[in-house]
């Protein structure tokens, strides 16, 4: 059967990746909407999206999802099956700095997509990337769904806050909401503001990268096509009737120490890259530690991350010897 998404921030790290999966099936069409913002440089979200540009079952339409008029009438015209929406200012560090902006890209942005599916009355079922920076610091892990929120950053806090926005439009008007909490995300076009390209533009520039805390500070890495499945699985295993919330994380967290010795090694292997380290505290706004439960996640939607933390970034430095020239790393 035919199915139309829309996908938000299609030009993104994450958002390019799923638009390729979706139109990988011949019966999908996808209409991305991305604004191109400045957080990182938009000629790297150009060449995200050059493959998808060349298929006929991708249209992209260049709209500011703050903008509620332009909103509505696209997703009213569309009527799409399924929107999965991974428009949003990442970033935890930038949050402290810049507040305002994680309030307006990803409440009041969100706010528009559900409040133009309400208005048109639409029975389009709805994925929102959520973070899990909403777990904040918590007394157990691994995080469970069901845990309490305790977001320690204007990001976590902006992110909750859209979830709770979520289930109360799917309270009042029986919206389909499935909430996505990612897990550090890595691999091919990954973010310029986290780690794995941290240390290679470090190396690159002779420059330090810097550890925040001890190899006790620990994130959950998984990898993009894990992740990907998880959100395609979800689409196609929808069997919940209104809300429900999940981890796609790893469930295998990693010391910060470990983390640099592997990509150190492969950086050296693959880019004859060395990188030197200095130590610095790790700030409030950052978590100790992220780690997922996956259980729900494997139950309800099948979901098996399946690609380690070696394997993965080794697919991510070969994409970075290929692409380098598309970022400003002189
Ligand atoms: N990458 C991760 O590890 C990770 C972890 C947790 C949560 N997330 C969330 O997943 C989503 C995607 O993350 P990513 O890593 O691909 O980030 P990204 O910055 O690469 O992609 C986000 C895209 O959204 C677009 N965008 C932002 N605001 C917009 C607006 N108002 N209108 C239209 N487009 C807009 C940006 O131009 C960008 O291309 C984000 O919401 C992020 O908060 C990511």
């Given amino acids: ?46 060449s995200n999206i050059q493959k998808l540009l060349t298929s006929t079952q991708f249209k992209l339409h260049k709209i500011d999802l703050k903008n509620t008029e ?19 200012m990442a970033g935890v560090r930038n949050s402290i700095q810049n507040p305002l902006t994680y309030t307006q890209n990803n409440i009041l942005a969100t706010q528009n997509i559900l409040e133009a599916i309400r208005i048109s009355q639409l029975d389009t079922k709805i994925v929102l990337l959520s973070s899990s920076s909403v777990y904040g610091i918590q007394e157990k892990t691994p995080f469970v769904e069901n845990m309490v929120a305790n977001p320690s950053s204007p990001y976590g806090v902006s992110k909750f806050a859209m979830e709770l926005l979520a289930k109360e ?45 001890t190899n006790e500070n620990k994130r959950d890495w998984t990898y993009i096509d894990d992740f990907v499945d998880g959100v395609t699985g979800l689409t196609k295993k929808w069997s919940f ?27 050296g292997e693959k880019l004859n890259l060395d990188l030197t ?54």
Avoid at 283 to 309: M, Q
């Fill in 1 to 46: 059967m035919k199915k139309t998404y829309i996908v938000t921030g299609c030009a993104g790290f994450i958002g390019s990746h799923i638009s390729e999966a979706l139109i990988a099936d011949r019966n999908n069409s996808v209409i991305g909407i991305d604004n191109f913002n400045d957080y990182y440089s938009p000629k790297i979200k150009e």
């Fill in 241 to 267: 009737k209104t809300f429900e919330v999940f981890n796609l994380g790893n469930n295998t967290p990693v010391g910060i120490e470990d983390f640099i010795s592997i990509s150190k090694k492969l950086i």
């Fill in 277 to 330: 380290v200095l130590h610095k505290e790790r700030g409030s706004e950052e978590l100790p530690i992220t780690f997922a439960n996956i259980d729900k996640s494997h139950n309800l939607i099948g979901y098996t991350p399946k690609i380690k933390l070696e394997d993965g970034l080794n697919e991510f430095y070969t994409y970075f010897k290929k692409y380098r020239g598309v970022y400003d790393l002189s």
């Fill in 70 to 88: 332009k909103v509505e009438a696209l997703i009213k015209r569309i009527k799409p099956d399924f929107i999965i929406h991974c428009a949003g």
């Fill in 169 to 213: 439009y799917s309270n009042h008007y029986d919206m389909k909401i499935a909430i996505v909490r990612p897990f550090s995300i890595y691999g091919p076009r990954g973010r310029v503001d986290m780690a794995p390209f941290l240390i290679i533009k470090a190396a690159i520039q002779g420059k330090p990268f810097y550890q925040f805390g």
